[in-house]
């Protein structure tokens, strides 16, 4: 069963940058569209940006204007740029088809401090 291996986390100050990568293996990844999704703690998993499979993208309005999502079909890999990042950033970030079919991986801690 396919699953995404997610890493690029840390700990990051308040204003700070991090970028996530995933890859996906398996020759499915170019037909479908990509998200990153969130769980912070105590909520629930949530999509935060998403990339289709052109070239469309989509933010939640949380982060709208600070991430930045990318795609490597090539690679089957996708990225997230985190820029200017605040304290309600911090969860684990998980990379999925959207909706997603991929069995879920163990995701990448981000914490972002004050």
């Known amino acids: 069963q396919v699953q995404p291996v997610e890493s690029g986390g840390g700990l990051v100050q308040a204003g700070g940058s991090l970028r996530l990568s995933c890859t996906i293996p398996?020759?499915?990844?170019?037909?479908?569209?990509i998200g990153w999704y969130r769980q912070a703690p105590g909520k629930e998993r949530e999509l935060v940006a998403v990339?289709?499979?052109?070239?469309?993208?989509n933010y939640a309005d949380s982060v709208k204007g600070r991430f930045t999502i990318s795609r490597d079909n090539a690679k089957t890999a996708v990225y997230l740029q985190m820029n200017n990042v605040n304290v309600e950033d911090t969860g684990v970030y998980y990379c999925?088809?959207?909706?997603?079919?991929?069995?879920w991986g163990q995701g990448t801690q981000v914490t972002v401090s004050s």
């Open positions: 999925n088809a959207d909706p997603a079919l991929y069995r």
């Open positions: 398996g020759n499915t990844f170019k037909f479908n569209a």
């Open positions: 990339h289709g499979s052109g070239t469309d993208t």
